[in-house]
Antibody, heavy 120, light 106 residues
Framework: EVQLVESGGGLVRPGGSLTLSCAAS????????MNWVRQAPGKGLEWVSS????????HYAGSVRGRFTISRDNAKNSLYLQMSSLRAEDTAVYYC?????????????WGQGTLVSVSS | SYELTQAPSVSVALGQTARVTCGGH??????VHWYQQRSGQAPVLVIY???NRPSGIPERFSGSNSGNTATLTITRAQAGDEADYYC?????????FGTGTKVTVL
């Protein structure tokens, strides 16, 4: 059974930093691209960042480029999102999501999410 | 940047058919994916590549895509289908979500 478990969320002040983690199990982690998707309270889904299976190909949404860094450790079956210069508008539930594989361009499995609140 | 437009809400009587549309320029040339998000839960993929159902998704869910509109169809709607539905495509190194449609089962 595929499992994605996010952690690391919490309350942080504007301008602060936070690192999210996603522990993956139930599939060959190193074979799939991984992603972060977020959802602000009462709002829709917003893709944040993606990283290829080997970690070489990385993309960011314009709203977070230059402030967030995605990374992965295939030996630990883990995905990370380092967030810095956080703003109130970064407040959201952050989901870890696995790619479909074979260039599927969709989010086949999702974690339950971790809440990040940016407030003074 | 590419935009996807969805109606904010759709209502359907229990047992009837609901259609959720997703509009985008020449969306028929792209692969469209659909997600269901029940209240307080994580999204779930219900249709991928226009018309394919992941394992465990009922046959009542189907998809189509042509021209400027992709459609998610839910037949024999059940109370458990009440949720927000989002369409999604890939566009030039980024993923784009639709604005979301709240489906209410009456």
């Amino acid at each position: 059974e595929v499992q994605l478990v996010e952690s690391g969320g919490g309350l942080v002040r504007p301008g602060g930093s936070l690192t999210l983690s996603c522990a993956a199990s139930g599939f060959t982690f190193s074979a799939y691209s991984m992603n972060w998707v977020r959802q602000a309270p009462g709002k829709g889904l917003e893709w944040v960042s993606s990283i290829s299976s080997g970690g070489r190909d990385i993309h960011y949404a314009g709203s977070v480029r230059g402030r967030f860094t995605i990374s992965r450790d295939n030996a630990k079956n883990s995905l990370y999102l380092q967030m810095s210069s956080l703003r109130a508008e970064d407040t959201a539930v952050y989901y870890c999501a696995r790619d479909a594989g074979s260039g599927g361009s969709c989010f086949y499995y999702w974690g339950q999410g971790t809440l990040v609140s940016v407030s003074s | 940047s590419y935009e996807l437009t969805q109606a904010p809400s759709v209502s359907v009587a229990l047992g009837q058919t609901a259609r959720v549309t997703c509009g985008g320029h020449n969306i028929g040339s792209r692969n469209v994916h659909w997600y269901q998000q029940r209240s307080g839960q994580a999204p779930v993929l219900v249709i991928y590549r226009d018309k394919n159902r992941p394992s465990g998704i009922p046959e009542r869910f189907s998809g189509s895509n042509s021209g400027n509109t992709a459609t998610l169809t839910i037949t024999r709607a059940q109370a458990g289908d009440e949720a927000d539905y989002y369409c999604q495509v890939w566009d030039t190194s980024s993923y784009v979500f639709g604005t979301g449609t709240k489906v209410t089962v009456l």
